[in-house]
T-cell receptor
Framework: DQQVKQNSPSLSVQEGRISILNCDYTNSMFDYFLWYKKYPAEGPTFLISISSIKDKNEDGRFTVFLNKSAKHLSLHIVPSQPGDSAVYFCAAIDGGTSYGKLTFGQGTILTVHP | DSGVTQTPKHLITATGQRVTLRCSPRSGDLSVYWYQQSLDQGLQFLIQYYNGEERAKGNILERFSAQQFPDLHSELNLSSLELGDSALYFC??????????????FGPGTRLTVL
């Protein structure tokens, strides 16, 4: 049962353009969402998060949007840079019961072309 | 550098053997989490410890066990290893009391190969 889904295995964009990575979830008890970036041979690196009481959170070039009614979140990267090329994972937490257990999506490979 | 350290980086062993993976959390972090990343399953939560006590359990096999020691480092023990246990094993830690526990910081992982 895949509670967090990233339906696009890969995304390719030009440097300077916007990258939009999408994530859907099915568990309505999730109340906190995170995005992680992962390079090969390294552990995931925390990027940005959002609480379910908000619908947007911004940090520099990264913005996460949350649409609770659609159970959908997205990560926008503007402008995209070649160094952003990595695997991006969205993750969710049910803060009421799971004490911080992260449920991850399958990941989206982002390639930013110079 | 997340501040979370894991040893060893690579481990190659045979079926039926037992191995121990070690994790040191970031300074001040009380929570330690273990995750398994395999090709077909993605990143899966295994178990969480908070200040030495088991807090939450995922789909961790009975052949696997973990503990967190008084100095807060953690060990993940994998026994009766099978080919399917080959995977990347990540440890993560999260903030001390009063800080958000939600942002977990991951170590570089241990790549386990079972032959």
């Amino acid at each position: 049962d895949q509670q967090v889904k990233q339906n696009s295995p890969s995304l390719s964009v030009q440097e300077g353009r916007i990258s939009i990575l999408n994530c859907d979830y099915t568990n309505s008890m999730f109340d906190y969402f995170l995005w992680y970036k992962k390079y090969p041979a390294e552990g995931p690196t925390f990027l940005i998060s959002i609480s379910s009481i908000k619908d947007k959170n911004e940090d520099g070039r990264f913005t996460v949007f949350l649409n609770k009614s659609a159970k959908h979140l997205s990560l926008h990267i503007v402008p995209s840079q070649p160094g952003d090329s990595a695997v991006y994972f969205c993750a969710a937490i049910d803060g009421g019961t799971s004490y911080g257990k992260l449920t991850f999506g399958q990941g989206t490979i982002l390639t930013v072309h110079p | 550098d997340s501040g979370v350290t894991q040893t060893p980086k690579h481990l190659i062993t045979a079926t039926g053997q037992r191995v121990t993976l070690r994790c040191s959390p970031r300074s001040g972090d009380l929570s330690v989490y273990w995750y398994q990343q395999s090709l077909d399953q993605g990143l899966q939560f295994l178990i969480q410890y908070y200040n030495g006590e088991e807090r939450a359990k995922g789909n961790i096999l009975e052949r696997f066990s973990a503990q967190q020691f008084p100095d807060l480092h953690s060990e993940l023990n994998l026994s009766s290893l099978e080919l399917g246990d080959s995977a990347l094993y990540f440890c993560a830690s999260s903030g001390p009391p009063g800080h958000s526990y939600n942002e977990q910081f991951f170590g570089p992982g241990t790549r386990l190969t079972v032959l």
